[in-house]
T-cell receptor
Framework: AQSVAQPEDQVNVAEGNPLTVKCTYS??????LFWYVQYPNRGLQFLLK??????LVKGSYGFEAEFNKSQTSFHLKKPSALVSDSALYFC?????????FGGGTRLMVKP | NAGVTQTPKFQVLKTGQSMTLQCAQD?????MSWYRQDPGMGLRLIHY???????DQGEVPNGYNVSRSTTEDFPLRLLSAAPSQTSVYFC??????????????FGPGTRLTVL
């Protein structure tokens, strides 16, 4: 069975500073990894995914994620945070027909 | 395209009542799924469907039924609501089944409270 862990319930960062939201996974075989974002009272929106190839994946709104197979990690990053990036972020792994989510990390970007 | 739509947006039930949460998509997606979101637990898969007439259980299927008579619709039924089913429910869909690299599109959610 696959699993995803997001070790931080909340990440606080000042606007303009770089941000990192951590994610580790456990899955047999090759992982298909995703990041989704949820704004208040909204459904989830797709940010980016790793399927194969380059370990650095670029996605929407300037976000990127680094896949590290040896550390089984898929951390979400952004070089310069915006206040509008404040939201709930979910890491997920897809194996077969089932998508398994981490518990979520709330990102707070302060002006 | 309207994408993935869900009705109702809010619902309050009494213990033991039944209801159906509606989900529809207009993107001709084969794969559809239902999740529940609870604080600190992320989203957990309830049921999913890989096409009309085909459904399967996810991680937390007990107390819920589904059917898929058309490609567009995937209703979720609570037969006898319990307070433990108080949650926010999300429906999602994605392109071709058997392609786990495809991202899912989520509806806006239904907030259900069971008293």
């Amino acid at each position: 069975a696959q699993s995803v862990a997001q070790p931080e319930d909340q990440v606080n960062v000042a606007e303009g500073n770089p941000l990192t939201v951590k994610c580790t996974y456990s899955v047999s075989g090759n992982p298909y990894l995703f990041w989704y974002v949820q704004y208040p009272n909204r459904g989830l929106q797709f940010l980016l995914k790793y399927i194969t190839g380059d370990n650095l994946v670029k996605g929407s709104y300037g976000f990127e994620a680094e896949f590290n197979k040896s550390q089984t990690s898929f951390h979400l990053k952004k070089p310069s945070a915006l206040v509008s990036d404040s939201a709930l972020y979910f890491c997920a792994v897809n194996y077969g027909n089932m998508l398994t989510f981490g518990g979520g990390t709330r990102l707070m970007v302060k002006p | 395209n309207a994408g993935v739509t869900q009705t109702p947006k809010f619902q309050v039930l009494k213990t033991g009542q039944s209801m159906t949460l509606q989900c529809a998509q207009d993107m001709n997606h084969e794969y559809m799924s239902w999740y529940r979101q609870d604080p600190g637990m992320g989203l957990r898969l309830i049921h999913y469907s890989v096409g009309a007439g085909i459904t399967d259980q996810g991680e937390v299927p007990n107390g819920y039924n589904v059917s898929r008579s058309t490609t567009e619709d995937f209703p979720l039924r609570l037969l006898s609501a319990a307070p433990s089913q108080t949650s926010v429910y999300f429906c999602a869909s994605s392109y071709a089944t058997g392609t786990p690299s495809n991202e899912q599109f989520f509806g806006p959610g239904t907030r259900l409270t069971v008293l």
